[in-house]
């Protein structure tokens, strides 16, 4: 007769092989596209990497002449950057005729992440007047963005300068904030130093939600129970989100975000005054 531990081990050896049975197919269905990831994956995750060490809001920019695939679990999309280029940065824009017209600066929601180039607001804009609208959108709060504005927009000379100013941008300022505060060199370095503090076995759970398909699928069933999705549906849009993460991310008594807040006003007070300055709307 097999006792009591020889159960044990059996059991463990089916949830094992269970686990790896699931994980296979998980992995099998990702790469046979009958299933998205769950976190987005690049074939050319150096792109994002460009980091100009005097301005330290810049970190993480795109390199020039550069081209990645992401596919994420709400879509697939491209970024290229072979259309506009300033020595070692690349802004995802088709390029402009001389000087532009307008300029757009902001962050992802310009860039236009998700979406294909043709098919981002800015593109858009630009088929509707018949103007060169330069696409600067980058991954970052108003205080990249206004730096952006200053080294890249205004010397383009515009009309016309849009400044996009969102909901998360609140969040980014203060993660840089708190980044700056913390005298920590590399940003990557503080947000693994934050999560250590926080996070129960850090180290093991951040491999296993950058490795494990498994993992992955429990964790976003966790946060979806956790933290349900609103959904709206109108013609051709089809928007997801959060309203749990809008609302702390708006929580202006939280003094990290009346900071971020207080920082993002600045910001465009001093973008306002240097396109002033230079002749620009």
């Not at 994956?41 to 150096?46: E, G, I, L, V």
């Not at 804009?125 to 205080?143: F, K, P, Q």
């Not at 549906?233 to 807040?261: C, G, H, K, M, T």
Request: proline share 5%; aromatic share 12%.
């Amino acid at each position: 007769m097999i006792g009591l531990a020889g159960r044990l081990g059996l059991i463990a050896f089916g949830g094992v092989f269970a686990m790896l049975l699931l994980e296979g197919g998980l992995r099998l269905m990702e790469a046979t596209g009958l299933r998205r990831p769950l976190i987005n994956r690049t074939n050319n995750p150096a792109l994002y990497s460009v980091f100009l060490p005097q301005y330290p809001e810049t970190v993480r920019l795109y390199q020039p002449n550069g081209h990645e695939t992401l596919r994420g679990p709400e879509f697939t999309f491209t970024i290229d950057t072979h259309g506009l280029t300033f020595g070692d940065v690349g802004f995802r824009d088709d390029g402009i005729n001389g000087p532009a017209d307008i300029v757009a600066v902001g962050d992802s929601f310009v860039l236009g992440w998700g979406v294909e180039m043709q098919d981002n607001w800015v593109e858009g804009l630009e088929r509707a007047t018949g103007r060169d609208v330069a696409n600067l959108g980058v991954i970052g709060g108003t205080h990249k963005t206004a730096r952006i504005l200053d080294l890249y927009g205004l010397p383009l000379k515009p009309r016309l300068a849009l400044f996009g100013v969102y909901a998360n941008d609140l969040s980014e300022n203060a993660q840089f904030m708190a980044w700056q505060a913390s005298g920590i060199a590399n940003p990557d370095d503080f947000r693994d130093s934050t999560q250590q503090t926080h996070v129960a076995f850090f180290g093991a759970r951040k491999w296993l939600s950058e490795n494990s398909r498994t993992y992955q699928l429990v964790g976003d069933t966790y946060y979806r129970w956790r933290n349900p999705p609103c959904r709206y549906r109108s013609n051709d849009l089809d928007l997801i989100f959060y309203p749990d993460q809008w609302i702390a991310e708006l929580d202006f008594s939280d003094p990290a975000i009346a900071s971020a807040w207080t920082m993002a006003r600045q910001d465009l007070l001093d973008s306002k005054a240097a396109a002033d300055a230079n002749g620009v709307d």
